[in-house]
Nanobody, 123 residues
Framework: QVQLAESGGGPVQAGGSLTLSCTVSGIDFKWYGMGWFRQVPGKEREFVACSIWNGDRSTYADSVKGRFTISKDNAEKILYLRMHSLKPEDTATYYC????????????????WGQGTQVTVYS
């Protein structure tokens, strides 16, 4: 049984930093694609960042490029999202997801999702 669980969310002042973690169980995720998405109430879940294969390639949404970094610890089965220079518009529930190696930016390509962790950025 595949399970994903996010942690690390919370309140943070604008301009600050926060690191989210996603622990994966029930599968060897070394060669799978993984991504981070976020959602605001009343809006569709949107792409933030993804890593394909063994972390060889990473892609970021324009809104977070240069500020967020996605990484994987294959040995410990943990996906990270390091966030810097946070802005109020980054406020959302953040979800990690697992899919095939080339899942990419489309949330429809991901089969497994965590429960989400809330990030609130204060101005």
């Amino acid at each position: 049984q595949v399970q994903l669980a996010e942690s690390g969310g919370g309140p943070v002042q604008a301009g600050g930093s926060l690191t989210l973690s996603c622990t994966v169980s029930g599968i060897d995720f070394k060669w799978y694609g993984m991504g981070w998405f976020r959602q605001v109430p009343g809006k569709e879940r949107e792409f933030v960042a993804c890593s394909i294969w063994n972390g060889d390639r990473s892609t970021y949404a324009d809104s977070v490029k240069g500020r967020f970094t996605i990484s994987k610890d294959n040995a410990e089965k943990i996906l990270y999202l390091r966030m810097h220079s946070l802005k109020p518009e980054d406020t959302a529930t953040y979800y990690c997801a697992l899919g095939d190696a080339g899942a990419g930016q489309d949330r429809r390509n991901y089969q497994y999702w965590g429960q989400g962790t809330q990030v609130t950025v204060y101005s």
